[in-house]
């Protein structure tokens, strides 16, 4: 079965440090990989996704993700945080009949002025 | 284009009422989607319907009905209200499922509901 794990449900980093954001997934046919951001009292808005292309995705707000099949792990970066960066950040993979997506628990990120 | 719109916002309800929480779409998007979000656990699906007419459960669909008349509108029914269901509820729709996999979801702006 699809499941997806993230590890740290909460990361707080300095304004201008590096952002990492983790996560892991489990899937039993060629996976679709997405990063979703909710901030406060908002719904989820796409940040990037992995479709089968290049395993390096570059999506919104500068944050980046690389697919690695070996590790099974679709981490998300940013270089630099900002304080508008501060959300909960959700991993997420395509279901097995694809019509569907598993949500990870959600990293909260604070960043620290 | 409005997306996806919910209502209502918010809503307090007492053990064994019932209520509808409303969601519309305007993109024609034949994938739609509920869920439940509760503080560190993520979203977890409890109905989605991948056409008019057509529903199926997800994880948690216990406490709740779906129905889906037309492409547009995929209310979501509690009928006796429990303690337990007190959450925000998200609504989504995608033109996902095979034929497009991978597409990205598109969320509402969420309901709170609180059963006391």
């Known amino acids: 079965a699809q499941s997806v794990t993230q590890l740290g449900s909460h990361v707080s980093v300095s304004e201008g440090a590096l952002v990492l954001l983790r996560c892991n997934y489990s899937?039993?046919?060629?996976?679709?990989l997405f990063w979703y951001v909710q901030y406060p009292n908002q719904g989820l808005q796409l940040l990037l996704k992995y479709t089968s292309a290049a395993t390096l995705v570059k999506g919104i707000n500068g944050f980046e993700a690389e697919f690695k099949k070996s590790e099974t792990s679709f981490h998300l970066t940013k270089p630099s945080a900002h304080m508008s960066d501060a959300a909960e950040y959700f991993c997420a993979v395509s279901g097995a009949s694809y019509d569907k997506v598993i949500f990870g628990p959600g990293t909260s990120l604070s960043v620290i002025p | 284009n409005a997306g996806v719109t919910q209502t209502p916002k918010f809503r307090i309800l007492k053990i064994g009422q019932s209520m509808t929480l409303q969601c519309t779409q305007d993109?024609?998007?034949?994938?739609m989607y509920w869920y439940r979000q509760d503080p560190g656990m993520g979203l977890k699906l409890i109905y989605y319907s991948v056409g008019a007419g057509i529903t199926d459960k997800g994880e948690v669909p216990n406490g709740y009905n779906v129905s889906r008349s037309t492409t547009e509108d995929f209310p979501l029914r509690l009928e006796l209200a429990a303690p337990s269901q007190t959450s925000v509820y998200f609504c989504a729709s995608s033109s996902g499922g095979l034929a497009g996999a991978g597409k990205e979801q598109f969320f509402g702006p969420g309901t709170r509901l609180t059963v006391l």
């Open positions: 899937s039993s046919v060629p996976p679709y």
């Open positions: 993109m024609n998007h034949n994938y």
